[in-house]
Nanobody, 125 residues
Framework: HVQLVESGGDSVQAGGSLKLACVAS????????MAWFRQAPGKEREGVAG????????YYADSVKGRFTISRDNAKDTLYLQMNSLKPEDTGMYYC???????????????????WGQGTQVTVS
């Protein structure tokens, strides 16, 4: 059973930076397909960034390209999201998601991931 625990959310001013982390347990991190999603109040959950198992390929929503960077350290079973030049529209609950079966990291569809963390809140004002 995979467990995901996110951390790093905070309240920041526009233009600031945050780095989110997601630690996976219960399954070898390097065998997990992983991604970051977010959900703003009253809106559907949306994909933010996906990464291949080995970390060699990364994919981003258009709204965050050039500002966010997804990475992973499989030795530490940890997924990261570096967020720079934050905007108020980046506000929301950020979730780490994983699947033990193959997922195309480019598509960023929530229903393709079957393990989710509890989320970490990011507020940009």
């Amino acid at each position: 059973h995979v467990q995901l625990v996110e951390s790093g959310g905070d309240s920041v001013q526009a233009g600031g930076s945050l780095k989110l982390a997601c630690v996976a347990s219960g399954f070898p991190g390097n065998n997990l397909y992983m991604a970051w999603f977010r959900q703003a109040p009253g809106k559907e959950r949306e994909g933010v960034a996906g990464i291949a198992r080995g970390g060699g390929s990364t994919y981003y929503a258009d709204s965050v390209k050039g500002r966010f960077t997804i990475s992973r350290d499989n030795a530490k079973d940890t997924l990261y999201l570096q967020m720079n030049s934050l905007k108020p529209e980046d506000t929301g609950m950020y979730y780490c998601a994983a699947n033990t079966r193959w997922v195309c990291p480019r598509t960023l569809r929530p229903n393709e991931y079957n393990y989710w963390g509890q989320g970490t809140q990011v507020t940009v004002s």
